[in-house]
């Protein structure tokens, strides 16, 4: 019983020994090695491109509710499993977008083809806008423009959907000093009751129409 003891003692005595002696002798890499490391596997090894390439590319747009986006999420959750990523799930809710007042499955553009018919013949390059319900066939009729509050900046050029002001050009680094510019016009976020009056107004216009939102963008 008194040797067993004593054995398992110097046994236990060898071990730390031992493990100190190896601790000593193996060196942790220095700060200008591990940044090195990193720079190599950033430059040999990024997947940064090849997700992007996926996500944006594969499985693009992926308006909330749609096809693609429901195959980027498996997608995603498949890529992090592979690289051992432990509990990768998706997790459903519920989805409602402004337009509509029950909560809605999903919507996808499948198709859009606009053609001018009258006073000139011509191919339209359009966007539909989302949650847009289809229609039954091809539908011939008079075009109506409407311009709802805060949806284009007082200048115009295009479309503003948050009525703010547009972006600034990009500087111009050999251009000579230029005066500073005037500040833009704030514009003020329509109240939801101030779109529904306007919406309400144009109703009657609407009605049978093929609809034009926002400002129109002239091309030489």
Known sequence: MLKAWKGVAWAGVAGVVLLGAMATGAQAP???EVYAQISAEETNNSKIM???????DVHGPRVTGTPNLKAADDWAVETMASWGLVNTHLEPWTFQP???STPVPGWENVE??????????????????????????????EVVRIDPPGMAPPTGGGFNF???????????????????????????????????????????????????VGK?????
């Open 30 to 32: 220095g700060v200008s």
């Open 50 to 56: 090849w997700i992007i390439h996926e996500i944006a």
């Open 98 to 100: 402004p337009s509509a």
């Open 162 to 212: 948050f009525g703010g002001p547009p972006p600034p050009p990009e500087p111009k680094w050999a251009a000579p000093p230029m005066p500073e510019a005037a500040k833009p016009a704030e514009t003020k976020q329509p109240t939801q009751a101030e779109l529904d009056a306007y919406l309400n107004s144009v109703k009657s216009k609407v009605s049978g129409a093929i609809v034009f």
């Open 112 to 141: 859009l083809l606009a053609d001018a018919v009258a006073p000139f013949h011509g191919q339209l390059m359009v966007e539909v806008l989302a949650w847009t319900p289809s229609t039954k066939g091809i539908v011939t009729a």
């Open 216 to 220: 129109h963008r002239e091309v030489a």
